[in-house]
Structures are given as structure tokens and as C-alpha cells.
Nanobody, 127 residues
Framework: QVQLVESGGGLVQAGGSLRLSCAAS????????MGWFRQAPGKEREFVAA????????AYADSVKGRFTISRDNAKNTVYLQMNSLKPEDTAVYHC????????????????????WGQGTQVTVSS
């Protein structure tokens, strides 16, 4: 079992920055690929970014590429999402998720790949 707790959300003006954190506890954190997803009201949960178990490989949605950066610190059991140049359309609840060892990288953008989810943190970007 893995428990995930997100933090760092808030209200920011367009063009601003936020850094989200996701603290993990439970099973060995560095065995898991980690992802960030977001869900806006009335919309489906969508992929934002993912990072491999060692941090050596990452993936991003086209909508955030060049603005967001995912990273992880396995010594602290934490994954981060640095969000720069925020836009009103980035407004959503952001969730981190963990996928078990052996996950194929080709499916890290898919919701069903992840077995563990945090409760989420609200990000609101005002225009």
C-alpha cells in the first residue's frame, strides 16, 4: 500500500508559478513510476506529467510542455511539479499517482495505469 499526500496548491495570477509536492509513505517509493494528473470541473481527469522510478525519464502533456517540470527526490519520498507561466486553463484539482514496478513507460499517460492516488490539491489561476 502507498499513501500519497499532495500540497502546494493555491490561488495565483496568470503568469505566476506554483510548486506542488506529493509525499509518499508505505512501500518502497523508488520502485514506483509517479504521475501528476488534473481534473477541472465537469471534465475528465487528464494526464499532466510522469517520471520514471530513477527520475531519468519524464513525459509531459503537450499543453504543459515547456512550462511544467516534474522531478523526484527518492531520499525524501517526494515528487514535485514545478508549474511556471500558469494560465487560467491550468485551473484544476491536481492529483499525484503511483504506478507499480514493471509499469510499461508507453502507458504512463493513462489513468488506469496508476493504482494509488492522492486526494488532490486545488490550483486556481486568475486572469
Amino acid at each position: 500500500q502507498v499513501q500519497l499526500v499532495e500540497s502546494g496548491g493555491g490561488l495565483v495570477q496568470a503568469g505566476g508559478s506554483l510548486r506542488l509536492s506529493c509525499a509518499a509513505s508505505g512501500r518502497t517509493f523508488n520502485n514506483y513510476a509517479m504521475g501528476w494528473f488534473r481534473q477541472a470541473p465537469g471534465k475528465e481527469r487528464e494526464f499532466v506529467a510522469a517520471i520514471g522510478w530513477s527520475g531519468g525519464i519524464t513525459a509531459y502533456a503537450d499543453s504543459v510542455k515547456g512550462r511544467f517540470t516534474i522531478s523526484r527526490d527518492n531520499a525524501k519520498n517526494t515528487v514535485y511539479l514545478q508549474m511556471n507561466s500558469l494560465k487560467p486553463e491550468d485551473t484544476a484539482v491536481y492529483h499525484c499517482a503511483a504506478a507499480g514496478g514493471g509499469t510499461r513507460w508507453s502507458v504512463v499517460t493513462q489513468v488506469h495505469t496508476y493504482g494509488y492516488w492522492g486526494q488532490g490539491t486545488q490550483v486556481t489561476v486568475s486572469s
